[in-house]
C-alpha cells in the first residue's frame, strides 16, 4: 500500500511492553484520524505510532493537530507492562501509522 496523507490530533502517550527487548517502548496515541483524499476523507478514529526520534524533534503535546503521510495497518495498540496508569490507554486502538513522513505540526 502507497502512503496517504493523514491529519490527527495527538491524544495521549502511552507505553507498551515490547517482547523482544522486554521493555516498554514509548508510543503517540493519535485522535480524530483522517485519510484525506481528494475525494471524501476517511474517518479512522484512533490509531498509534512509535514515538520515534523523528516525531520527538517536534516537542508534541496533549491536542497537538497534525498532518503527515504515512501507511496504515490493522494492529492493535498492546498494554505496557508495570506503567502508571498516565501511560495506560483506557479503549482499543485498533490501528498503527507506520512511517510518517513529512509532518506538519499544527
Known amino acids: 500500500m502507497d502512503k496517504v496523507h493523514f491529519t490527527a490530533n495527538v491524544k495521549q502517550f502511552a507505553l507498551v511492553y515490547?517482547?523482544?527487548n522486554e521493555e516498554n517502548?514509548?508510543?503517540v496515541?493519535?485522535?480524530n484520524v483522517q485519510i484525506v483524499n481528494?475525494?471524501?476523507p476517511l474517518e479512522i478514529?484512533?490509531?498509534w505510532c512509535s514515538h520515534s526520534k523523528t516525531l520527538k524533534k517536534f516537542e508534541l503535546a496533549i491536542g497537538d493537530a497534525l498532518e503527515f503521510d504515512g501507511k496504515v495497518a490493522a494492529k492493535k495498540l498492546g498494554k505496557g507492562k508495570d506503567?502508571?496508569?498516565e501511560f495506560l490507554v483506557?479503549?482499543?486502538v485498533l490501528y498503527k501509522i507506520n512511517?510518517?513522513?513529512k509532518i506538519v505540526k499544527k
Open 25 to 27: 517502548d514509548e508510543v
Open 90 to 92: 483506557d479503549v482499543p
Open 83 to 85: 506503567v502508571d496508569e
Open 18 to 20: 515490547n517482547p523482544f
Open 45 to 47: 478514529g484512533l490509531a
Open 99 to 101: 512511517n510518517p513522513s
Open 38 to 40: 481528494e475525494e471524501n
Open 29 to 31: 496515541v493519535l485522535e
